[in-house]
Structure formats: structure tokens, C-alpha cells
């Protein structure tokens, strides 16, 4: 049984990361492997290993959400383009799934942040259309180095749970 664990384990843990492609969570699938992994075999790996690696998953899922918030903030889009690009971008990644697996995942969420910051940065009065498309261009460059990191994290936490479940 332990031996079937692992391998099925390793098999999640190649495949799941690809699956935020298409607005699935799937750091969050490995870290539920893993616990259950856990439970059956739990002479494959220590607790801590699991504690670290559901870490690194909220840690990517806390970025996912912040980080176009932050870029759009930080080009002066305020608190209300921050909310405009997470929204923008949750509806344009599911949206864009719907349309295109994976290409459409990317652009809709891209697209998504970037008009979802632009509408909500242009409703100040003081915006005037140039300031509306700097944060959205930058609410749509955090939404896509939101997704590098998760990807990031997707690989290293695949290549925790697989060398934790083989290497004693």
C-alpha cells in the first residue's frame, strides 16, 4: 500500500501543477494528496514536511489574490482599482476558460485585472484616461507574475512531496 501511495502521489504531483491553467487548484490538489498520503503511509514523510508545503500553497494563493491589487495600487490606482483588478481578473480567468482552455485562462485573467483597474481607476475624478491605462497595465503585469509565482510554487512543492514520499 505504501508503495502505491507514493507512486500515486508522484503522478498528482507532475500533473496537478498545470491545472491553475485552468482556474483549478491544483497546489491545493497536491498538498490534499499528500495528506492523505499521510494517513495511509505516514512513514513516507514527517509532518513537517506537509505543514511547509500547505504553507507555500496558502503563501501562492495570498499572492494570486494581492499582488495585481498591489501593482494596480502602487501605480496610483487607489483601493478601489485594487478591488476592480481582483475582480476583474477571478471573472476574466473564468470567462476566458470557458472560451479557450489555458490561452484564454491567461488572457482573461491578463484582460480581466487590467479593465477591471482601468473602469475602477477611471470613476475618480481626478483620473484622466492615461492614469486609467497605467494601472491597468500594471494590475494585468502583477495578475501574470501572480501566476509565475504560483506556477513556482507549484513546482516546488511537486518536488517536495515526490522527493520527501521516495528519498528515506
Given at each position: ?17 498545470f ?126 507574475t ?23
Amino acid at each position: 500500500m505504501s508503495l502505491t501511495a507514493a507512486i500515486s502521489l508522484t503522478i498528482v504531483c507532475l500533473l496537478a501543477p498545470f491545472l491553475v491553467l485552468f482556474t483549478i487548484p491544483g497546489l491545493w490538489v497536491m498538498v490534499g494528496c499528500g495528506w492523505v498520503v499521510y494517513l495511509i503511509a505516514p512513514e513516507r514523510f514527517s509532518i513537517w514536511t506537509l505543514i511547509a508545503v500547505t504553507v507555500l500553497s496558502l503563501g501562492s494563493d495570498l499572492a494570486d489574490l494581492g499582488l495585481s491589487a498591489a501593482f494596480a495600487g502602487r501605480a496610483g490606482g487607489g483601493k478601489r482599482a485594487a478591488l476592480g483588478a481582483v475582480l476583474g481578473a477571478i471573472v476574466g480567468a473564468i470567462v476566458g476558460t470557458g472560451v479557450m482552455p489555458i490561452v484564454g485562462t491567461l488572457l482573461g485573467g491578463c484582460l480581466g485585472a487590467g479593465l477591471g483597474a482601468s473602469i475602477a481607476a477611471s470613476t475618480r475624478q481626478e483620473a484622466t484616461w492615461r492614469d486609467s491605462a497605467r494601472v491597468g497595465r500594471s494590475a494585468s503585469l502583477g495578475w501574470l507574475t501572480a501566476i509565475g509565482m504560483k506556477l513556482t510554487l507549484g513546482a516546488m512543492i511537486a518536488a517536495t512531496l515526490i522527493s520527501a514520499v521516495w528519498i528515506p
